[in-house]
């Protein structure tokens, strides 16, 4: 049985098949509806942070395709504090057919599916946000045909958001480039994984300085410089992160029909202004809508059924 925990887990193969088929499902949806093909079938949300697109769109794409979904709030389950993550995953396993989890530490959700009998989501970690890069890559698709060629460049903290789409890029043959403050890199685990995933001829550089990192850019992505979780920490990265604020002046160094994204929620005019977010280059609510669409096709491989 699998689990999507990482996009790394997958082929680009399959990745590239969960997003042809999240086009058809787009498309199926658009066109009066889906088909029940979740019918009989409840998805588990585990939440341990705050959301609204997870929470959402996960339900959203259980009920469209005929299914429902449970939404357990952090005070409600405990993860690990008022049961072990074992005993959770086995008791859980008898109730729903699938289960998302938003966690703190990437090592719980690992646990989870570890002792699940049903798939498990990873519905983000501390490490990584594989079903944001899903929604992410399909909204490039739509916009530039394929990522292939393609060059996406992070501007930001080297976070879980920004590992997903350097892994999800480079797999599906789009040169990576991030530019992030000294100190905020990403963890060199995941930075060896997307070099090991680039030997398809994608490129990553790491730069420093933004405006380098823009030039030719067709994607600039950025995320919040404060994570869920690094709440304490938010005076000093406030003071570090500035020159990487993606604004008017940094967008118009990169190419002409260059899109700008964030996962969102977006801390406006911090590390996106607001004249940008609501512009002309930026896909910020299509991407969002996209979670849905990408959810429901990786939701249906998990299922086995379409
Ligand atoms: N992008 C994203 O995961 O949003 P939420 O935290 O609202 O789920
Ligand atoms: N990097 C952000 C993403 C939120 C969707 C966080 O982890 O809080």
Same mark, same amino acid.
């Given at each position: 049985?699998k ?5 790394s887990d =997958? *082929? ?16 199926? =949806? &658009?066109?009066g509806g !889906?088909?029940?093909l ?5 998805? $588990? ?5 705050? *959301?609204?697109?997870?929470?959402? *769109?996960?339900?959203?794409a259980?009920?469209?395709? #005929? $299914?429902d979904a449970?939404?357990? +709030?952090?005070?409600?389950? #405990?993860?690990g ?8 995953a086995?008791?859980? +396993?008898?109730y729903v057919q699938a289960?998302m989890a938003?966690v703190?530490?990437?090592a719980? @959700?690992v646990?989870?599916a570890?002792? *699940?009998? @049903?798939?498990?989501?990873?519905g983000l +970690? ?9 929604a992410?890559a399909l909204?490039? /698709?739509?916009? &530039?045909g394929?990522m292939?060629g393609?060059n996406?460049t992070? @501007?930001?903290?080297g976070? !879980? ?8 890029? @480079?797999m599906? #043959?789009?040169?990576f480039?991030i530019a !992030?403050?000294? $100190?905020y ?6 930075l060896?994984?997307?070099t090991?995933?680039?030997? #398809? $001829?994608?490129k /990553?550089t ?5 405006f380098?990192a ?7 992505y950025t995320?919040?410089?404060?994570s869920?979780g690094?709440?304490?920490e ?7 992160f ?6 008017q002046?940094?967008? +118009?160094?990169?190419?002409?029909d260059?899109i700008v994204?964030?996962c969102l929620p ?9 004249d940008?977010?609501d512009g ?12 849905l669409?990408a959810?429901?096709a990786?939701?249906?491989?998990l299922?086995?059924?379409?």
């Open positions: 049985m689990h999507f925990l990482d996009v =997958y *082929s680009p193969a399959e990745i590239q098949d969960m997003l042809d088929l999240a086009v058809r499902l787009k498309a199926e =949806y &658009f066109a !889906n088909q029940p979740f019918k009989g079938k409840v998805l $588990g949300l585990i939440f341990q942070k705050p *959301s609204l697109r997870t929470r959402v *769109s996960f339900d959203m259980m009920r469209h395709m #005929g $299914g449970l939404y357990l +709030s952090p005070n409600e389950i #405990g993860l504090k008022r049961e072990s993550i074992a005993d959770i086995r008791v859980m +396993s008898g289960m938003r703190f530490d990437h719980h @959700v646990e989870l570890k002792w *699940s009998a @049903v798939p498990v989501i990873n +970690s501390d490490y990584s946000h594989p079903c944001q890069a899903m992410d909204t490039i /698709i739509e916009k &530039f394929a292939k393609l996406v992070y @501007v930001g903290d976070n !879980n958001v920004a590992v997903s789409l350097m892994h999800i890029a @480079v599906l #043959g789009a040169n480039t !992030n403050p000294e $100190g890199d990403m963890p060199a685990p995941a060896e994984i997307g090991r995933l680039a030997s #398809g $001829g994608a /990553i790491y730069l420093r300085d933004p380098a823009v030039k030719d850019a067709h994607v600039i995320d919040t410089w404060t869920m690094q709440e304490e938010t005076a000093k990265r406030e003071a570090v500035p020159p990487y604020q993606v604004n002046k940094l967008v +118009s160094a990169a190419r002409k260059v994204m964030h977006a801390h406006r005019n911090h590390e996106l202004t607001d940008v977010a002309e280059h930026s896909v910020i609510f299509p991407q969002a809508h996209n979670r669409h959810q429901k990786v939701l249906a491989r299922f086995e059924v379409a």
